[in-house]
């Protein structure tokens, strides 16, 4: 994966504003993450800072998390979903409320990404990356320039096309096509998009969460969908990838790191989100990901580091944003609509 290379002196000069904590050496934190949205080395600087040795996982959808939070089928101390997620789970009583005394490092997460509707007293989570989803495709292949999510439903491009494999990022895409809210709680809407989908099916060459990386930068794919900072790791392995933010919209969306009831380490898991809220840390994680960090010093000091065309990508544009929507936690009844036309779609 590309790293981008963050001068060494903006390290030095933040890393000297630092105070560095001590622990007792044998303690260890269990953090399940997203693949592919942090610089392994900061695990190893946490436990030479605290002594806490952490023991790492990684999931590929919001759903997949939450079935395995529903199911207790892990020990878990950390875990970063994104806001419609952390709204459900905070209704089914499912997170620890945070001791905010115990991470300080939340006074530089930037007010823009603090008391959102998904956790409006800022009591159950704290804001670790945003981002887009966009459109990616193969220039080499696609010639003519694509503005609408239209073509992830194109017959032309059959065989080619991959789509997420989780039902929010694949009915949000069916309904902003569509012309519809993301957030729609309109049953005919939604069973719409779902006989859209059913059509996609008959020409899509695969549903994928991180498989996209290898499929489109191999060129074994054409087109799809994904987190837009994920883009420019694609780009640097194949310079013919484009990024498009269609002109029917597209979702924008805050992680944040929260800690499920049972968690047994729960003085850990807040020592750890203070440590990834810290501006070297955020620094550091940006650099590998390419994600925004919601730490509003690390994003400026980054913003300097890129060019013009990753800055577009990393810190979405006003143009971009104000065409965004972000998910909402939908009504028990909506969910189960969803989750059984999901079922229906990938049997």
Request: aromatic fraction near 12%.
């Amino acid at each position: 994966m590309k790293k981008v290379i963050v001068s060494i002196a903006v390290l030095c000069v933040v890393l000297v504003a630092i105070l560095v904590g001590c622990g007792p050496r044998g303690e260890v934190v269990y953090v399940h993450n997203w693949g592919e949205f942090i610089d392994m080395d900061v695990l190893d600087m946490f436990y030479e800072e605290y002594g806490i040795r952490v023991i790492y996982s990684t999931f590929e959808s919001n759903e997949r998390l939450y079935s395995l939070m529903q199911t207790g089928g892990a020990t878990i101390d950390v875990i970063i979903p994104s806001d419609y997620m952390i709204a459900r789970m905070v209704e089914e009583d499912m997170l620890y409320e945070l001791n905010l005394s115990n991470i300080p490092n939340v006074r530089y997460i930037d007010p823009r990404f603090r008391s959102l509707a998904f956790d409006p007293d800022n009591r159950f989570s704290v804001a670790y990356k945003v981002g887009t989803v966009g459109l990616i495709y193969n220039s080499a292949m696609i010639t003519e320039p694509i503005t609408s999510w239209g073509a992830m439903f194109d017959p032309q491009f059959a065989g080619q096309i991959v789509m997420f494999d989780n039902p929010r990022d694949a009915f949000g895409i069916a309904l902003l096509y569509l012309g519809y809210s993301m957030n729609t709680t309109d049953e005919a809407e939604i069973r719409r998009a779902f006989d859209l989908l059913v059509q996609q099916r008959e020409i899509l060459q695969a549903y994928v969460m991180d498989q996209i990386f290898e499929k489109m930068i191999s060129g074994e794919a054409w087109i799809g969908a994904y987190y837009s900072p994920d883009f420019l790791t694609m780009l640097a392995d194949n310079p013919d990838l484009r990024l498009v933010h269609p002109v029917e919209g597209a979702n924008f969306f805050v992680d944040a790191m929260a800690i499920p009831r049972g968690a047994p380490n729960r003085s850990n898991a807040e020592k750890f989100i203070n440590f990834m809220s810290r501006t070297d840390i955020a620094l550091m994680n940006m650099s590998w990901s390419y994600y925004a960090s919601a730490n509003y010093m690390a994003a400026a000091i980054f913003s300097e580091q890129l060019t013009q065309v990753e800055r577009d990508v990393v810190f979405t544009t006003d143009e971009v944003y104000a065409r965004t929507e972000v998910f909402a936690h939908l009504p028990e009844h909506i969910l189960e609509l969803y989750n059984d036309l999901w079922i229906e779609l990938r049997s």
